[in-house]
């Protein structure tokens, strides 16, 4: 299992050591870090070094109980009444008839009437579903639950019975020589284009102006960009403003204001770009 791991997850042995396992001993987990920290890439690998089944759903308000476990087929239902044959299994019932591993993401925006759900099939390893009969969890079913715990808005708190049920695994930022080699693979960019948009990203998540910072993701997206742009523009790809543009399109969406600050996030983000070039000398 974390063989494949190692291959795929830069920097992330430990987590994915720790991860593995909480499920081979038949734990569910809670992985819990901001947005970018590889928490998808790695319980991908994971099952795909376990050969099982990743049944991936987003947590959101719309996440209902029917959503999750199924539904009968409404049209058939008109004509043949309810039988099993005319269920639509949800991601729960998928999961946990093939064995899966049932990733939700951003767990604490699930409403509880969902959430509740869930841990009732953690407790007892099965089901009921109306109209439908009994379901029973096969042994390699597991849960495991990824929120991000500095994200207030639209969430909702976390019964402690969640954590009862599983274990919990934190997943920060990697270091900066990690995230180096992270976006330098991903986009094989020119190396000091990817220093700078490096340091910048990490700029942002202690800037006192930002609320909430970039991930990797926006080092990522600001050396593509910034890449593409140049060959428009026939030039070097941190030369004429190129660099600045691209990282523009990439981090401000990615970022998110402080309480109180008046000047916009593009001006924000331009005298981050500015002070990641003066910090690695490419002003």
């Given at each position: 299992?974390?063989?494949v791991a190692?291959d ?8 994915a050591?720790v ?5 081979s001993?038949g ?13 998808t890439?790695l319980l991908?690998?994971l099952a795909d070094g376990?050969?099982?089944?990743l049944?991936l759903?987003e947590g959101?308000?719309e ?5 999750l476990v199924?539904h009968?087929?409404?049209s058939?239902?008109l004509v043949?009444d309810y039988?099993?044959?005319n269920?639509v ?6 999961a946990?008839?093939?064995g899966?591993l ?6 604490n925006r ?5 959430m509740?759900i869930l841990?009732?099939v953690?407790?007892e390893r099965e ?5 439908y ?7 390699t079913?597991?849960l495991v639950a ?6 207030a808005?639209?969430t909702?708190r976390?019964t ?12 920060g930022y990697?270091?900066?020589?990690a ?5 330098a693979?991903v986009?094989d960019?020119?190396a000091?284009?990817?220093a700078r948009?490096?340091?910048?990203v ?5 800037h006192p102006?930002?609320?909430?910072g970039a991930s ?6 600001t050396v593509l960009?910034a ?6 523009r026939d ?5 004429d403003?190129?660099?600045?543009d ?6 401000t ?8 600050v008046?000047?916009?996030v593009?001006?924000v983000?331009?005298?981050i770009?500015?002070r990641?070039?003066e ?5």
């Open positions: 299992m974390v063989r190692r795929r997850v830069v920097a992330r042995i430990r987590e050591e991860v593995a396992a909480a499920l001993a734990r569910n987990v809670v992985l819990e870090g901001p947005p970018g920290t590889g928490k890439t991908r690998s376990a050969g099982v089944p049944v759903v959101n308000a996440l209902t109980p029917t959503r199924g009968h087929d409404a058939r239902v043949e039988r099993p044959e269920f299994p949800g991601p729960l019932t998928r946990m008839t093939e899966a049932l990733y939700v993401e951003e767990f699930v409403p509880e009437e969902t509740n841990l009732g953690l407790s089901m009921h579903v109306p109209r009969g009994r379901v029973a969890a096969r042994p079913f597991r990824a929120m991000n715990p500095f994200d808005v639209g909702a976390v402690p019975a969640l954590y009862d049920r599983s274990c919990r695994v934190a997943m990697q270091d900066e020589d995230e180096l080699r992270v976006v693979t986009t960019g020119p000091d284009l990817v948009a490096v340091r910048a990490r700029i942002t998540r202690d102006e930002l609320r909430i990797v993701r926006g080092a990522i997206d960009i890449v593409e742009l140049a060959a428009v030039t070097a790809a941190l030369e403003g190129t660099g600045l691209a990282a523009l399109a990439a981090m969406g990615k970022v998110t204001l402080g309480d109180g008046a000047r916009p593009e001006d983000v331009a005298d770009w500015r990641a070039g910090e690695l000398g490419k002003a």
